[in-house]
């Protein structure tokens, strides 16, 4: 058993090449008048931050809490179409997702992004028949230029035989199409590193709690370190405002008289373990417009969602006793009550869809991205979809490029070579590209020697960190203390805590365990894990943090 005590001592001396510390991030930050200032640290302001790091821009980005801390690691993981989306005839919006779904999973990320089959069940008495569904799918497929197979109907047996959870009771018909999933959290600070590596400079724990502004033009911020309490300014000659369901706040930073441009839907999740293998996800339609998700995902299921109109502090959404309850009872729908017990219960969350403003229901408003310009030329975005992150930072940057100040962005748009850079953003693939089943196989045969790392530990580094997974090891050939589990019952093992404190920003206990790894989501931060990774992550080793 392990205990306080045994925790490795590798994680003292900072890591060769590590990130420079928060002290050396806020010198480099005050100094420098920057082309961009992204405020928000989510996968939009990342994405937007990344591209134009990449285009030759002067990038920097912060985030209040940690990366992708808030909406970016509470989404239902999924890479996809947005099957729901063709009942409103969006189709050329379905076509887009598809294309971008299939860029990310080929091209982009193919180490982070994972195919999934769903099926999608009709029971007697539901709000759409077999016909509509079955038609639906194929369209949908069709749409994808069928790269993920044809989307069809199946009958109540062989969808079974995919997944004996099914319930089949009253069930007529089951249709069948392809999408994606992903670790949101995971894909997110892999998009911070290749913003980084672009040459953006990032801080997290870093809020913004004012503007600057030169002759009525936002033209800088002013910050407060959380970790310390320290405080200093960083200069731009744009600023984003990315901070989702926060936008407003920061647009009354800029303008105390702005009207609201959002409103604010909470989306809640549950993770449970699972009972058996699971070779399809479960999309069941619960009414006319919403559908709950039943996934295989980190080996558990993931359930979800709810949507409800959101008004309180956008730092106080929780899932409530009574999402809880909504979701069982709506997965319920289509799975066996086995499966469902609240003793398989790990972790509960919630985010928060930030949608236009207008009227109906949240539940039918558009997944569009709010964009708007304030008086002092803050360009402020919020809402979209995590699957279309790449094209969403590239519109962003093309509207930048068109405000008084985006000069250097219109610059790194025109001319001959443009064209080129364009495309080459376009393929971009996120660090550690590689193919995981390689990656995996090499951990299991080149370990040091006495140094085994076991199989679902090699399976876990090679398809959250790709090639970068290689590192990990290099620091378990090290130290092989650092090769044991951080949890028995978890994949996860202690070198990630030092590489994430020392290469992936990490500076709390939740930043560890809830975003670089999945121990909070399996249920296994105990107090003991908890207590060990913070003595971990205050070992950085002089000059750090
Ligand atoms: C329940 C739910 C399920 C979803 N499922 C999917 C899905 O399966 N697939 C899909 O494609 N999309 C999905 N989405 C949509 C997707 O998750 C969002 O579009 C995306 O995460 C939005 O990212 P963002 O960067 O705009 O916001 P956020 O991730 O919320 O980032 C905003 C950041 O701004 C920071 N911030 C706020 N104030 C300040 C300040 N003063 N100073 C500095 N920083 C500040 C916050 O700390 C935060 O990290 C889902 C959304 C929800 C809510």
Redesign the pocket.
């Known amino acids: 058993m392990n205990t306080l005590q045994s925790v490795p001592t590798l994680g003292t001396r900072p890591a060769a090449g590590g990130n420079p510390s928060r002290a050396e991030t806020r010198e480099l930050l005050a100094r420098a008048t920057y082309d961009l200032l992204v405020?928000?640290?989510?996968?939009?302001?990342?994405?937007v931050a990344w591209h134009a790091a990449q285009s030759g821009l002067r990038v920097a980005m912060?985030?209040?809490?940690?990366?992708?801390?808030?909406?970016?690691?509470?989404?239902?993981?999924?890479?996809?179409g947005?099957l729901r989306y063709l009942q409103t005839g969006a189709v050329k919006l379905v076509a887009e997702?598809h294309h971008e779904r299939r860029v990310l999973a080929k091209d982009v990320a193919p180490h982070l992004v994972n195919p999934l089959t769903f099926h999608l069940p009709v029971y007697k008495g539901g709000p759409h028949g077999a016909g509509k569904l079955g038609a639906g799918v194929f369209a949908y497929s069709a749409l994808s230029a069928f790269g993920d197979g044809v989307g069809r109907v199946i009958s109540p047996k062989k969808a079974a035989a995919a997944n004996p959870a099914l319930r089949t009771e009253d069930l007529k018909a089951v249709a069948v199409y392809g999408d994606h999933?992903m670790n949101?959290s995971r894909v997110?600070v892999m998009t911070v590193r290749a913003a980084v590596q672009a040459g953006a400079v990032v801080l997290n724990h870093?809020?913004?709690?004012g503007l600057r502004s030169t002759r009525g033009r936002v033209t800088g911020?002013e910050?407060r370190d959380r970790t310390d309490g320290s405080e200093f300014g960083v200069d731009a000659r744009l600023v984003l405002n990315?901070?989702?369901?926060?936008?407003d706040?920061?647009r009354r930073?800029e303008d105390p008289a702005a009207d609201p441009s959002v409103r604010l839907?909470?989306?809640?999740?549950l993770v449970l373990r699972r009972r058996a293998p699971w070779r399809a996800a479960m999309a069941t339609p619960i009414d006319k417009y919403r559908i709950t998700?039943a996934l295989p995902w980190e080996d558990q299921l993931l359930l979800?969602?709810?949507?409800e109109p959101y008004e309180g502090d956008?730092a106080d959404v929780t899932a409530t006793e009574a999402d809880i309850r909504q979701i069982l009872d709506e997965a319920a729908h289509s799975v066996r009550g086995e499966h469902l017990s609240r003793d398989l219960l790990t972790y509960a969350f919630?985010?928060?869809?930030?949608l236009p403003g207008g009227p109906g229901g949240v539940e039918s408003a558009k997944?569009e991205?709010v964009v708007s310009e304030g008086r002092g030329g803050m360009l402020s975005?919020?809402?979209?979809?995590?699957?279309?992150?790449r094209h969403i930072g590239r519109t962003v940057l093309d509207k930048l490029a068109k405000l008084p100040g985006g000069g250097a962005l219109a610059a790194s748009a025109e001319g001959e070579d443009a064209v080129s850079v364009r495309e080459l953003v376009r393929r971009t693939p996120l660090p550690g590209l590689a193919n995981p089943n390689a990656v995996a196989h090499r951990l299991l045969m080149e370990g040091a020697p006495g140094v085994r790392m076991d199989p679902p530990t090699a399976r876990q580094l090679a398809t959250h960190y790709g090639s970068l997974a290689f590192d990990i090891a290099r620091l378990v050939n090290e130290d092989p203390a650092l090769g044991e589990r951080i949890h028995p019952d978890g994949p996860e093992i202690w070198a990630q805590v030092v590489y994430a404190r020392d290469h992936e920003w990490a500076e709390t206990a939740d930043d560890v365990l809830r975003r670089r790894t999945t121990l909070t989501i399996r249920g296994l931060d105990t107090e003991d894990v908890r207590a060990r990774v913070e003595k971990l992550l205050g070992e950085r080793g002089e000059g750090q943090g």
């Open positions: 405020i928000g640290g989510g996968i939009l302001g990342t994405s912060v985030d209040a809490g940690d990366f992708a801390g808030a909406t970016s690691s509470a989404s239902s993981k999924l890479v996809h947005g997702n999933q949101d997110a870093a809020e913004v709690t911020a910050l990315a901070t989702g369901p926060w936008v706040r920061l930073m839907s909470k989306g809640a999740h998700f979800g969602t709810t949507d956008p919630a985010g928060l869809r930030v997944r991205t975005v919020a809402g979209g979809k995590w699957t279309t992150y």
